[in-house]
């Protein structure tokens, strides 16, 4: 299969303690996302990456969230001090800039913060 | 309020059809989509539609675009219990640095047998 991997799917942590997911996208493809989504809503935006450059952050909900794309390739979301209101499931798509730019998403980390 | 807007819920007998619809703010959106998500699970793109399109067709779904009322439709013809989940419309914005989906918070699709 090469559609867009997430690793872990699912994650449970206590408050406080740091988590790291990791988004793997299509291959070749240049533009990496990152969306929470929360119970009963639609994905909200958080982050991009074309290529290595991360293009906008200031969607990022607090400075204890952050992501990296170092290589171009796979990227990593970290959330520090993790609280509760973090809980949510966290989406990577990624796309190949050209003509539509489409996104394609993973299956998504589930985050459950105790 | 919201960018994308959705009715939440929508039920529909096995072999009818469905329509879910949508509305959007931004006049400048380039591209509009319709994707699937079912429990636990990650986004499934279905369609898109370009915003100078009026239709969009691929077999059994019909892509609806009213530019001038901000408006968009997805049929799903012969709608099987298959097809249960959520559907959500969004709009993509790209420009400068900013270049994402913005989402509406989904139309729950119950298909019953």
């Known amino acids: 299969d090469t559609g867009v991997s997430q690793d872990p799917r699912h994650k449970i942590t206590k408050r406080g303690q740091n ?84 996104q394609y998403f993973g299956p998504g980390t589930r985050l459950t913060v105790l | 309020g919201e960018d994308v807007e959705q009715s939440l819920f929508l039920s529909v007998r096995e072999g009818d059809s469905s329509v879910i619809n949508c509305t959007y703010t931004d006049s400048s959106s380039t591209y509009l989509y319709w994707y699937k998500q079912e429990p636990g699970a990650g986004l499934q793109l279905l369609t898109y539609i370009f915003s100078n399109m009026d239709m969009k067709q691929d077999q059994r779904l019909t892509v609806l675009l009213n530019k001038k009322d901000k408006h968009l439709s997805l049929r799903i013809a012969d709608t099987q219990t298959g097809d249960s989940a959520i559907y959500f419309c969004a709009e993509f914005k790209d420009g400068g640095s900013q270049g994402n989906l913005i989402f509406g918070k989904g139309t729950k699709l119950s298909v019953k047998p």
């Open chain 1, 19 to 102: 988590v790291t997911f990791r988004c793997d996208p299509i291959s070749e493809h240049n533009r990496l996302y990152w969306y929470r989504q929360t119970l009963g809503q639609g994905p909200e935006f958080l982050t991009y990456f074309q290529n290595e450059a991360q293009l906008e952050k200031s969607r990022l909900l607090s400075d204890r969230f952050s992501a990296e794309r170092p290589k171009g390739s796979f990227s990593t979301l970290e959330i520090q001090r993790t609280e509760q209101g973090d809980s949510a499931m966290y989406l990577c798509a990624s796309s190949l800039l050209v003509d539509t730019d489409t």
